[in-house]
């Protein structure tokens, strides 16, 4: 055998004995076992690891195991944490245009609109996608896990029953806003710590999806549930920038695929776990429930306007252009 051959024989014979290597692809969740973010991640996963064979393997960290939001969210900009959800009621000190996500009454009540535009709307994957990565985050998707809702010591029927409330918001200096808007006493904290705040009467109230009110128990130390639908409750995939332009092309590709397959897997699966876990809580307790009329909902929509411009005021030129092309795209 000439050399030359015999040189590529031993290597094609040494590369089929090499294990195939394996990539370790970590995913960080603001949420815990069973919630909206898990169903998300754990479908995630299955269908990577099922489509690139062995090639890559998906970890899975719900809230708690890596810190708080905002922790998550600078793990991804470092690159320690591959996948992570980063929602813009936490990340709105970060990336000021995804405050757009905390203005109430924006947003149309029709779901078939709602998962048009949070799949493919232009506005948010480009311009609110741009912003996402001047700050090193990749926004893959944006995810609706349900309509906000208000738990409180009392009925919220009018901007006056917010009067000195002290009410847990996210962090984002626009949702606190919102809440002082209406007369409230919004008190940003940690999601981990609700709970006991509201036990131990540090705060009167909380506002966040029926699956979550259920899955953390708020509901047990609440008297009245308020759904006013004033805000779906979003949140955003992001991965870290480095890490994803540097796959080769067929992983990159996997990665959008499964985005998409995903976009209705979730939009569906976040109906059925919030009627579940609402007919969940009737069961279990004895918290009253209460819907807003159109008047009702009416008169905090006239408070919230003014807040479409102090966005603008917060997230710039920017933030003018998400506004103006979302409500384009309704
Ligand atoms: O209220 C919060 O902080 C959290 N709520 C939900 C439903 N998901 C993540 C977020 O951190």
């Given at each position: 055998m000439r050399p030359i051959l015999a040189l590529l024989l031993l290597l094609a014979l040494a590369g089929c004995g090499q294990e195939p290597q394996t990539r370790q692809w970590r995913f960080a969740l603001e949420e815990i076992e069973g919630s909206v973010q898990h169903a998300y991640a754990k479908r995630f996963k299955e269908l990577v690891e099922k489509r690139t064979d062995g090639e890559v393997e998906v970890a899975i960290y719900p809230y708690g195991s890596l810190g708080t939001s905002a922790d998550v969210t600078e793990q991804v900009q470092n690159g320690a944490v591959e996948f992570a959800f980063a929602s813009p009621g936490h990340l709105g000190a970060v990336v000021p245009e995804s405050q757009v996500f905390s203005l109430h009454f924006l947003f149309p009540r029709d779901e078939q609109a709602l998962q048009r535009v949070f799949s493919e709307s232009p506005t948010l994957?480009?311009?609110?996608?741009q912003a996402y990565r001047d700050k090193d985050l990749a926004l893959l998707a944006v995810v609706h896990e349900g309509w906000m809702v208000w738990t409180a010591d009392r009925a919220l029927k009018t901007p006056a029953d917010f009067d000195g409330l002290k009410i847990r918001t996210m962090v984002s200096p626009l949702l606190l806003e919102a809440y002082r808007a209406y007369g409230a006493n919004p008190t940003p904290m940690p999601y981990g710590e609700v709970y006991s705040a509201l036990q131990l009467n540090m705060i009167d109230a909380q506002v966040n999806?029926?699956?979550?009110?259920?899955?953390?128990?708020?509901y047990e130390v609440q008297e009245v549930m308020t759904f006013a639908d004033h805000l779906p409750f979003v949140s955003t995939v992001v991965a870290n920038p480095a890490f994803l332009e540097g796959l080769p092309r067929p992983l990159r590709e996997?990665?959008?695929?499964?985005?998409?397959?995903?976009?209705?897997y979730i939009f569906e699966l976040q109906a059925?776990?919030?009627?579940?876990?609402?007919?969940r809580i009737r069961e279990q307790g004895d918290i009253e429930i209460v819907?807003?009329?159109?008047?009702?909902r009416r008169?905090?929509?006239e408070r919230a306007g003014p807040l479409r411009q102090r966005y603008v005021e917060l997230a710039g030129e920017r933030g003018r252009r998400i506004l103006e092309g979302l409500e384009g795209e309704f």
């Open positions: 994957y480009g311009v609110l996608g999806p029926v699956f979550a009110i259920e899955e953390m128990s708020f996997t990665v959008r695929e499964v985005k998409a397959r995903l976009d209705d059925d776990y919030n009627a579940e876990r609402l007919a819907r807003l009329t159109a008047d009702q008169a905090f929509a």
